[in-house]
């Protein structure tokens, strides 16, 4: 009987090598039992179903051998000294590199990507060394150590870009005290973060080299400085003239003008035309900036999320040069009312957001007393004054995130539940009731995010 066959073939197949592995004996499990299968259907007449047979099961084989070769790989390079594999130190670091960031980008979180130096050339940076040991111990279970070069340690991190500098700090001090021959002062690191820095291993890996060549006494521990794409912005192109400077100190003074001038440029770059307030694009970086600042100090903050109502309906009545005024009003009011060092950026369209420093209590006070000046004001386009309402979302850390990206996604919620329900006031995140809503992550934040 068909099934008698398969049975004696598989038993047979199990019990040709009483000693192998058990990987070993699944592959002869595979060769035999695939045929096998295939042998008790009628594929198209016989012999060509025979063939189809042994390609399906060849290929299935193969997948199943190479997946367990990169797991073995991966086990090795734990804890074996690359060369001891018959491999190079890059081989390896693009291994376990491809593997953190597969996890990550599963999970949706950020991760570090660290290059340790040492300046002490006898002692070599190897899987066995002390100094490997020592990062390892004081890394998390999760975090991966790995070996760049002869001098040069990797660690593996998952991490908000904002936390990479003190958890690398932590580090070193931890190996420059573990290990007698090293000192804290001839350790210098560079630092990437995923996906701030880039999507792809190489990139990663080029920021961190860039971080290990910008770093110093002063600064032994670099990570260069994460820009959005969108920031890359041509400079305008300026015509020069050489004139012969008559002295020294009239050359000084236009060298200070060309560079107030340069900076002028940058800040206007990084400005909305219309509102004159930061771009979408320079968001991400300039609030991640404060929002660090303001954890590293333990003060409070908060994120507003700021929609301007009616504005459709304006630009379909008025026109859309009415609109841009309304905008431009309700952003020079905005700028009036709030703190000098509160950031005030352009979201979406017809939206803001303002990061503040400020308790949740002062929050509230904060967005009722804005709501109440956008309601009460009139904004000119032409001969024409129009009115308009904004709706409010805020969320506050500590208390509802420890990032931009959890305020934005808090704050987010609380602006699309307002405005699916018409409510057109100042609400802060309750999880009960705005959970209920989809995050809505922005892009050029949701890239730095934790």
């Known amino acids: 009987m068909p099934g008698a066959r398969t049975a004696a073939l598989f038993s047979l197949s199990t019990n040709l090598l009483p000693g192998a592995a058990p990987g070993r004996t699944f592959f002869f499990r595979m060769q035999f039992l695939f045929p096998t299968i295939a042998a008790q259907f009628d594929f198209m007449g016989g012999a060509l179903g025979v063939v189809a047979a042994v390609v399906v099961s060849f290929a299935v084989i193969t997948l199943v051998a190479s997946y367990y070769r990169f797991q073995n790989i991966v086990q090795m390079a734990e804890n074996t000294q690359p060369e001891d594999m018959g491999a190079q130190p890059e081989d390896i670091l693009r291994v376990q590199l491809a593997r953190y960031l597969a996890g990550c980008a599963?999970?949706?979180?950020?991760?570090?990507?660290?290059?340790?130096?040492?300046?002490?050339?006898?002692?070599?940076?190897?899987?066995?060394?002390?100094?490997?040991?020592?990062?390892?111990?004081?890394?998390?279970?999760?975090?991966?150590?790995?070996?760049?070069?002869?001098?040069?340690?990797?660690?593996?991190?998952?991490?908000?870009?904002?936390?990479?500098?003190?958890?690398?700090?932590?580090?070193?001090?931890?190996?420059?005290?573990?290990?007698?021959?090293?000192?804290?002062?001839?350790?210098?690191?560079?630092?990437?973060?995923?996906?701030?820095?880039?999507?792809?291993?190489?990139?990663?890996?080029?920021?961190?080299?860039?971080?290990?060549?910008?770093?110093?006494?002063?600064?032994?521990?670099?990570?260069?400085?994460?820009?959005?794409?969108?920031?890359?912005?041509?400079?305008?192109?300026?015509?020069?003239?050489?004139?012969?400077?008559?002295?020294?100190?009239?050359?000084?003074?236009?060298?200070?003008?060309?560079?107030?001038?340069?900076?002028?440029?940058?800040?206007?770059?990084?400005?909305?035309?219309?509102?004159?307030?930061?771009?979408?694009?320079?968001?991400?970086?300039?609030?991640?900036?404060?929002?660090?600042?303001?954890?590293?100090?333990?003060?409070?903050?908060?994120?507003?999320?700021?929609?301007?109502?009616?504005?459709?309906?304006?630009?379909?009545?008025?026109?859309?040069?009415?609109?841009?005024?309304?905008?431009?009003?309700?952003?020079?009011?905005?700028?009036?009312?709030?703190?000098?060092?509160?950031?005030?950026?352009?979201?979406?369209?017809?939206?803001?957001?303002?990061?503040a420093q400020c308790s949740m209590a002062e929050a509230e006070i904060i967005g009722k007393r804005i709501s109440t000046l956008v309601q009460q004001g009139e904004f000119v386009s032409g001969r024409k004054k129009l009115k308009t309402t904004i709706t409010l979302g805020v969320a506050t850390y500590p208390e509802h995130g420890r990032n931009l990206h959890h305020l934005y996604t808090a704050g987010q919620k609380v602006l699309d539940h307002s405005r699916i329900n018409d409510i057109r006031a100042y609400a802060v995140y309750d999880p009960e009731i705005h959970d209920r809503m989809p995050p809505k992550p922005m892009k050029n934040i949701k890239s730095v995010q934790a």
Not at 125 to 135: E, L, Q, T, Y
Not at 139 to 151: H, K, L, N, P, S
Not at 240 to 248: L, N, Q, R, T
């Open 106 to 355: 599963r999970r949706g979180t950020s991760f570090s990507l660290a290059l340790i130096r040492t300046s002490n050339p006898e002692v070599p940076v190897r899987m066995d060394a002390p100094i490997v040991g020592s990062i390892r111990h004081a890394a998390r279970r999760g975090d991966i150590t790995c070996v760049y070069d002869d001098q040069t340690a990797v660690l593996l991190a998952e991490s908000e870009p904002e936390d990479a500098m003190a958890i690398l700090t932590r580090i070193t001090a931890y190996v420059a005290a573990d290990c007698p021959e090293l000192e804290l002062a001839g350790l210098r690191s560079g630092i990437a973060s995923y996906p701030g820095h880039g999507l792809a291993g190489k990139d990663l890996i080029d920021a961190a080299l860039e971080g290990l060549r910008m770093s110093s006494a002063e600064a032994p521990i670099v990570m260069p400085e994460i820009e959005d794409a969108d920031e890359e912005l041509e400079e305008p192109a300026v015509e020069e003239v050489e004139e012969p400077a008559e002295s020294g100190g009239e050359g000084e003074e236009d060298d200070k003008k060309d560079s107030k001038g340069w900076k002028e440029r940058r800040k206007n770059l990084m400005l909305d035309e219309l509102t004159g307030v930061l771009k979408p694009s320079a968001i991400s970086a300039y609030m991640q900036r404060m929002m660090s600042e303001l954890r590293r100090k333990k003060q409070p903050a908060a994120l507003f999320c700021m929609g301007v109502n009616n504005m459709d309906h304006v630009a379909r009545i008025h026109g859309a040069e009415a609109a841009d005024d309304v905008m431009a009003g309700v952003s020079r009011l905005l700028q009036q009312y709030l703190r000098a060092d509160d950031l005030i950026g352009r979201h979406e369209k017809y939206a803001f957001l303002v990061l």
